[in-house]
């Protein structure tokens, strides 16, 4: 008989999330260490990952932080090593790192540009699966988390490549989940909408494109981190022990309409 009262404990768990200094993978970070799960955070810029890992380890969890990119297969193989060398183990891995740096139209997207996103986006949770979610293989136990958009369901005007990036996002997870099923890994998504951080600021703000978009949102506001965390502690519990191939939108009934 399943004990409820520890559906959502992570204790004796590691976990992994990348982009795990700002915003959304922070509050993430943040989330699984407050379960109890030992994370490391990676990411490109050193005093950020610093600064969530002294919030982690004062809050009495264990942490670890790594710089790395994941568009470099050499800096990704460092991370699954230095993880490994510290737990001896990775149980969760959450495929946050991403970015949005270009809004235009196609004609007006450069080659460069469709494989900058791509390369971080889409390849990125790629490599972060053959090699951290790999690790997990022998053990015959996991969970991976890919953080996806409603840009991986809906098209959003003049964002091709990012939302080219995030359709294969989701279409990664489902086949993934399909082939490690039988290893015992769980591969779900997450979708969110649009949510108040520090990189979504401006268009949150904008006088014009914050309101056609907010007017889209059936519950009438535009998300916060705190409403971020809850989907994916879910995810990586053992309360989602039988969900895998599955895309959780966190958008505000955006996609309900």
Not at 12 to 31: E, L
Not at 49 to 75: C, F, H, K
């Amino acid at each position: 008989m399943t004990n409820h009262a520890t559906l959502f404990d992570l204790r004796g768990k590691v976990a992994v999330v990348t982009g795990g200094g700002r915003g959304i993978g922070r509050a993430i970070a943040q989330a699984l260490a407050a379960h109890g799960a030992a994370v490391a955070v990676c990411g490109r810029t050193a005093g950020t990952l610093a600064d969530v890992t002294d919030t982690i380890t004062i809050q009495g969890a264990q942490a670890l932080a790594v710089t790395a990119d994941v568009a470099s297969d050499d800096e990704i193989r460092r991370l699954r090593e230095t993880v490994l060398d510290r737990f001896g183990q990775i149980d969760i891995l959450v495929n946050n790192a991403g970015i949005d740096p270009h809004y235009a139209s196609m004609e007006h997207t450069t080659a460069a540009e469709w494989h900058q996103i791509l390369d971080v986006n889409l390849s990125g949770v790629y490599r972060c699966c053959r090699e951290l979610g790999a690790a997990m293989l022998p053990r015959r136990q996991g969970a991976i988390i890919n953080i996806s958009s409603i840009a991986g369901h809906i098209g959003l005007k003049r964002q091709v490549p990012y939302a080219a990036s995030k359709g294969g996002v989701e279409q990664l997870t489902r086949a993934l989940a399909h082939d490690w099923a039988e290893h015992g890994i769980r591969v779900n998504a997450i979708a969110y909408g649009f949510v108040q951080t520090d990189l979504t600021a401006g268009v949150v703000a904008h006088p014009h494109i914050g309101a056609k978009l907010l007017s889209r949102i059936p519950m009438g506001r535009f998300g916060n981190l705190d409403d971020v965390p809850g989907a994916a502690v879910f995810l990586a519990s053992p309360a989602a022990a039988y969900v895998t191939g599955h895309s959780l939108l966190v958008d505000g009934g955006w996609t309900a309409t």
